[in-house]
């Protein structure tokens, strides 16, 4: 389980639009008019569901800002 304060960032250049994100954490991500994720609510669901969605991002579009610090 990653160290997270819920903090996550979305690299919109790299999101492919799979919406995989928002499966895991709909109150968190959003879809824009053009499919590309953004971050909605950066609180809106629990930390393990931010995280999921971290992992599961086909192209690696999605940060949590507690793991800069990691890496
Ligand atoms: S999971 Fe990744 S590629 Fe898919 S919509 Fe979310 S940020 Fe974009």
Do not use: K, N, Q, Y
Request: proline share 7%; with cysteine.
């Amino acid at each position: 389980m990653p160290d997270t304060d819920g903090r996550v960032v979305v690299d919109r250049e790299a999101c492919i639009g799979s919406g995989v994100c928002v499966l895991h954490a709909p109150h968190t991500f959003a879809h824009d008019d053009e499919a590309v994720a953004f971050v909605a609510d950066p609180g809106g669901d629990p930390a393990e569901d931010i995280a999921t969605a971290v992992e599961a991002c086909p192209t690696g579009a999605l940060r949590l800002t507690a793991r800069e610090t990691e890496e």
